[in-house]
């Protein structure tokens, strides 16, 4: 697997997840991201023995874009608090089935997962278990059958955008669990974090993290 480093110091690493790679090792046993920046760290810095390196936030495995990972316990502890008092900004791009009546809109649900299939659902909040997910969103483009959709995601719910589309009646397109459309399983699945807006761990400067919507992606539309 090669790297793309969007950004790195002392205090953390920035790099563009791939779709179809595993954040951590995995029951798969293929090759996962946490491992592939430890050897790359271990390497460049010539570090002997484990080399540390803190998932502070995680993608759906299917699903590519941007992602940080701490370099030192400190920052890990400090990133994750940012996560916890929602300082982080996390926009996605999508391409999904359908065109949303409103062009802009805000989605929110209460979640459950069934952890023995991976599967999200939409339920009740009295539902035991039940955690509320919001986003808003807007529409960048539409044609008759399809829209690409920019997404500000508030919470961080497991499969969150792909459930909320797709009950809807939006799903995201080549997602295996949640579209049920004939058109999927013809490439990766079309949801990419385009961008993450972050405080550093240590001089609290306002970083703002990118990567580019993948072009095979893009081909899904044009």
């Not at 790195?8 to 563009?16: A, C, G, K, T, Y």
């Not at 986003?135 to 960048?140: A, F, P, V």
């Not at 990766?188 to 400067?205: D, K, N, T």
């Amino acid at each position: 697997m090669e790297l793309k480093i969007i950004y790195e110091d002392n205090h953390l690493i920035s790099v563009v997840k791939k779709h179809g790679v595993p954040v951590q090792q995995d029951a798969s046993g293929d090759s996962d991201l946490l491992n592939e920046i430890k050897g790359y760290l271990k390497e460049k810095y010539f570090k002997p023995g484990n080399v540390f390196s803190g998932i502070v936030h995680r993608l759906d495995r299917p699903v590519g874009g941007v992602m940080v990972f701490a370099k030192t316990s400190k920052a890990a502890s400090r990133l994750s608090e940012q996560i916890r008092k929602r300082e982080w900004k996390k926009k996605y791009l999508a391409v999904i089935d359908g065109i949303p009546e409103e062009k802009t809109g805000k989605f929110e649900d209460f979640l459950i997962k069934d952890r023995e299939n991976n599967i999200v659902s939409v339920t009740e909040d009295i539902t035991p278990g039940s955690k509320k997910a919001v986003l808003s969103y807007r529409i960048i483009l539409n044609d008759s059958k399809r829209s690409i959709v920019e997404i500000d995601l508030e919470t961080g719910r497991s499969h969150q955008i792909r459930v909320q589309f797709a009950s809807r009646g939006y799903p995201i397109v080549n997602d295996f669990k949640y579209n049920h459309s004939i058109d999927i399983l013809r490439g990766e699945i079309a949801l990419w974090a385009y961008s993450l807006e972050i405080f550093h761990p240590v001089s609290r400067e306002k970083l703002v993290l990118t990567a580019e919507m993948p072009e095979e992606m893009a081909k899904l539309f044009f």
